[in-house]
């Protein structure tokens, strides 16, 4: 006799739980050369991230003298919200925001080269730190062992709270999606609404302007004797 796999509402537990992994934002890890200069260019990761969503940003900074390295959190808004400003930084460093606003999120670095010890000027050759960058958004920022050690959490049930908030982070997901579709839908309507508006009044300024012409030159040929 055949078996069956366990099934959720007509689906197999391993499609569904396959999508729902497919549909979780990964982890953004990258790893870069950051150049030093006097007056530096910000190097800058930006990443999306909704109103509420917690942000972990891991950054390894690799050794290099003569060097100060500048971290900065700020979003993309017109206001540009800086979360997190933090100089001279080294090391592995472990920083937490909460994003505010619907805007992307942006973790910057700037590399200074700063005079050597005795004050003079540092020898002229291209300096560069290596820089190990992780970030974490929404539920890849939640630190589930923790709460499995906390709350004295099995392997599957930490499994399942990982589930949960990534059910919880596509839900919200979706709702953004349909509050900026009804948005979209909204203006739609109202730019239509007003183009028919000023269709109509193109086509009724013409057609009085047609008829001002033409009791004009009627009048202009009633003066001039060539019509009765």
Not at 14 to 25: G, I, K
Not at 42 to 47: D, F, L, M, T, V
Not at 201 to 218: D, E, K, N, P, Y
Request: hydrophobic share 40%.
């Amino acid at each position: 006799m055949s078996r069956r796999s366990p099934h959720i509402f007509g689906f197999p537990i391993l499609l569904v739980v396959t999508v729902l992994l497919l549909l979780t934002h990964p982890s953004h890890a990258i790893k870069f050369a950051l150049p030093a200069s006097r007056f530096p260019a910000p190097k800058c990761i930006w990443n999306a991230a909704h109103p509420g969503a917690l942000v972990i940003v891991t950054a390894n900074i690799g050794p290099g003298e003569h060097q100060r390295v500048d971290i900065e959190i700020l979003d993309s808004g017109p206001n540009r919200n800086v979360y997190l400003s933090k100089k001279n930084i080294s090391g592995e460093k472990r920083f937490a925001i909460t994003a505010h606003s619907e805007e992307d999120v942006g973790v910057c670095f700037r590399n200074y080269i700063d005079p050597g010890k005795q004050g003079g000027p540092v020898e002229a050759k291209q300096r560069t730190r290596v820089i190990d960058l992780d970030i974490d958004i929404g539920a890849d920022a939640v630190d589930y062992n923790a709460i499995a050690n906390q709350e004295s959490l099995s392997g599957l049930e930490t499994e399942m709270r990982k589930l949960e908030g990534v059910v919880k982070e596509i839900v919200d997901e979706m709702d953004y999606l349909k509050s900026r579709e009804e948005r979209f839908q909204s203006t739609n309507i109202s730019t239509n609404g007003r183009v028919q508006n000023f269709a109509w009044f193109t086509m009724a300024s013409l057609v009085g302007l047609g008829i001002w012409q033409i009791l004009h030159l009627r009048a202009y040929f009633k003066r001039k004797y060539l019509i009765d």
